[in-house]
């Protein structure tokens, strides 16, 4: 079974800088695609970036990206120029490919993340 | 856009009733999930379906059984609620197998059982 393990429950910046939050997984599959979820004060889960684990490069997403070690099983995201509406709730998650039925996703516990003004 | 409506934002319900959690999605997804979502816990999969009367246990199904009649509904349903069922449920939908995309994601239900 697949497990993701985020070990910042909270993390707190000042608006514009530069932060980071850690994940890890673990897993046997060779396939297999990565995301990390914003879900802010509305409740709303939303998609911040997704990875797929045959790619060497890291995505970005405007000022997200990520930092993807695959032999580490780490994929950590990277917020530049932190902004007061990324204040939220991130979950890490991870999905295996190609499997028949339903791709799953498996998430971390999540890092409550405030920007502060 | 994709959209997945889950029927009511709050609910308060007595320990022994019965209780459904609706979930419409609007874009033909094969696959629909049904997840809880705890503080430090993170979110766990109750149960899922990938297909019209299909259905499969997640990690945390005890208490809990689904319906899946038509397509664009998904119906969490707790027989008999209890107190230790009060948390935040959220139903998503994703396409297709071997898609490889992300789930869609509805508003989230908090549930307390009192």
């Known amino acids: 079974a697949q497990t993701v393990t985020q070990s910042q429950p909270e993390m707190s910046v000042q608006e514009a800088e530069t932060v980071t939050l850690s994940c890890t997984y673990d897993?046997?599959?060779?396939?297999?695609?990565l995301f990390w979820y914003k879900q802010p004060p509305s409740r709303q889960m939303i998609l911040v970036i997704r990875q797929e684990a045959y790619k060497q490069q890291n995505a970005t997403e405007n000022r997200f990206s990520v930092n993807f070690q695959k032999a580490a099983k780490s994929f950590s995201l990277k917020i530049s120029d932190s902004q007061l509406g990324d204040t939220a709730m991130y979950f890490c998650?991870?999905?295996?490919?190609?499997?028949?039925?339903?791709?799953?996703?498996?998430f971390g516990q999540g890092t409550r993340l405030t920007i502060n003004p | 856009d994709v959209k997945v409506t889950q029927s009511s934002r709050y609910l308060v319900k007595r320990t022994g009733e019965k209780v459904f959690l609706e979930c419409v999605q609007d874009?033909?997804?094969?696959?629909m999930f049904w997840y809880r979502q705890d503080p430090g816990l993170g979110l766990r999969l109750i149960y899922f379906?990938?297909?019209?009367?299909?259905?499969e246990k997640g990690d945390i199904p005890e208490g809990y059984s689904v319906s899946r009649e038509k397509k664009e509904r998904f119906s969490l349903i707790l027989e008999s609620a209890s107190t230790n069922q009060t948390s935040m449920y959220l139903c998503?939908?994703?396409?297709?197998?071997?898609?490889?995309?992300?789930?869609?994601f509805g508003q989230g239900t908090r549930l307390t059982v009192v």
């Open positions: 998650a991870f999905m295996k490919g190609r499997v028949q039925g339903a791709q799953k996703l498996v």
């Open positions: 998503a939908s994703s396409p297709g197998q071997y898609m490889n995309t992300e789930a869609f």
């Open positions: 897993t046997s599959e060779s396939n297999y695609y």
């Open positions: 874009m033909d997804h094969e696959n």
């Open positions: 379906s990938y297909d019209v009367k299909m259905k």
